[in-house]
């Protein structure tokens, strides 16, 4: 499990990290918005601990921002604002979670685990629609308008990442750790030549693209 820890205190980010990776925990440290983002986009993470004052920005524009663009990951919110309307304001805006600081480590270790374990444990939509696809999980098809689709197990796998994230810009390592479940030469084009199948079996002439490449990032389903 990888933890995200966007914190701009470098000995309270320190001391987060060492009790998460006591707990076999993955972590990486951002200690700004820029590097929060450039984190998020490089690697997926399972959960994220946020502070709202960082040196570059907010970090509840941070949280509205990656909730706008389908990240769907637990976000536990650990400010030294604690404010009942604070609180309210950052549940509202996407966080699962929300601890003043001071705050007792042990604590925050135990909430990061619970919120990861009610990620697990909460039941997963087995069919995914989007214009007119439809992605049923179980049965491993894709259909258009009724017709079923062919397409390879690792296709197959691709498209249901841009399901499970829809108008999200997924960069190639982020594809690349999901559907290729390691990490891969980035120089090469295979996940080009991909959505390139993708497009060829699944759109159609004169219809709007499905796919959006952005240079130098990923691609994009659209809606």
Request: one cysteine or more.
């Amino acid at each position: 499990m990888k933890i995200l820890i966007v914190e701009d205190e470098r000995k309270v980010a320190r001391f987060i990290a060492m009790a998460l990776i006591e707990q076999a925990y993955t972590v990486r440290i951002a200690a700004s918005c820029a590097e929060a983002r450039d984190a998020l986009a490089e690697s997926p993470c399972d959960a994220m601990v946020l502070d709202l004052g960082l040196p570059d920005g907010d970090g509840l524009t941070l949280l509205a921002e990656w909730r706008k663009t389908g990240f769907k990951e637990p976000v536990l919110i650990l400010s030294a604002r604690d404010a009942v309307e604070d609180r309210v304001r950052g549940l509202n805006l996407g966080a699962d979670d929300y601890m003043a600081k001071p705050f007792s480590v042990d604590e925050l270790v135990a909430r990061v685990r619970s919120l990861l374990r009610r990620q697990s444990g909460s039941s997963k939509t087995t069919v995914l629609n989007h214009r007119s696809l439809r992605l049923d999980l179980l049965g491993h098809t894709l259909e258009r308008n009724g017709e079923k689709l062919e397409l390879t197990a690792r296709e197959f796998a691709l498209i249901e990442l841009f399901f499970q994230n829809p108008g999200r810009v997924l960069t190639r390592t982020l594809i690349g750790e999901k559907v290729w479940e390691a990490s891969y030469d980035l120089e090469t084009n295979l996940i080009d030549v991909y959505i390139r199948r993708l497009r060829q079996k699944i759109e159609l002439p004169g219809e709007p693209p499905l796919f959006k490449t952005v240079r130098g990032t990923g691609y994009q389903l659209l809606p």
